[in-house]
């Protein structure tokens, strides 16, 4: 149980245009999704933290209008890197919890790729 | 906000030795100790984890100790084998009351050496 997937696995984009990463938590209802940026060789960043129904909060220096996160039910959260440029290029990982266990559950992972 | 320091960055050892991650903590409030280990390109996978009730955990050849007072917790792998390579991240959890926070440490590359 407590499986989390991400769409897309791997993406290559051009810069300027913009990239939708689906995250969907797939038995179980996540009360809460988190979305981390990580780069080569360097530990999880946490850029936003969201709740079903309500606005996703950022972490200092995450830039809103860039990354748009949307949490529109309790099994699926978006995250919109709009206008991409090629330093957005990352490894983006989206994790949730279920309210049962303290702990979170982690997608796969999205290698975005900005060209 | 919390901060944690993992160390060493690098370890290396021979197969079939221990290997020990350190980690501290500054958060007393922090009650939930998590140990991921992420291999190159996927997920982190959860491989233990303590509550803050408890001194010590032992899953097979997997161990994590915890000292509130020190606020330090360490992960011990026994008899490490090649496919115990991989990084590995501590981190440390505060969670009630309505609020949740999660600080990982910046990891640790264990390599082990056939």
């Known amino acids: 149980g407590a499986v989390v997937s991400q769409h897309p696995s791997w993406v290559i984009c051009k810069s300027g245009t913009s990239v939708k990463i689906e995250c969907r938590s797939l038995d179980f209802q996540a009360t809460t999704m988190f979305w981390y940026r990580q780069f080569p060789k360097q530990s999880l960043m946490l850029m936003a933290t969201s709740n079903e129904g309500s606005k996703a909060t950022y972490e200092q220096g995450v830039e809103k209008d860039k990354f748009l996160i949307n949490h529109a039910s309790l099994t699926l959260s978006t995250l919109t890197v709009t206008s991409a440029h090629p330093e957005d290029s990352s490894f983006y990982i989206c994790?949730?919890?279920?309210?049962?266990?303290?702990?979170?559950?982690f997608g796969p992972g999205t290698r975005l790729t900005v060209t | 906000g919390e901060n944690v320091e993992q160390h060493p960055s690098t370890l290396s050892v021979q197969e079939g030795d221990s290997a020990v991650i350190k980690c501290t903590y500054s958060?007393?409030?922090?009650?939930?100790f998590p140990w991921y280990k992420q291999e190159l390109g996927k997920r982190p996978q959860l491989i233990i984890d303590?509550?803050?009730?408890?001194g010590e955990k032992k899953d097979q050849r997997i161990a994590v100790t915890l000292n509130k007072t020190a606020k330090h917790f360490s992960l011990h792998i026994t008899e490490t084998q090649p496919e115990d390579s991989a990084v590995y991240f501590c981190a440390a959890i505060r969670s009630g009351a309505g609020s949740y926070q999660l600080t990982f440490g910046k990891g640790t590359k264990l390599s082990v050496i056939p």
């Open positions: 303590i509550r803050s009730n408890v």
């Open positions: 958060d007393s409030a922090s009650n939930y």
């Open positions: 994790s949730a919890t279920t309210g049962k266990y303290v702990g979170q559950y």
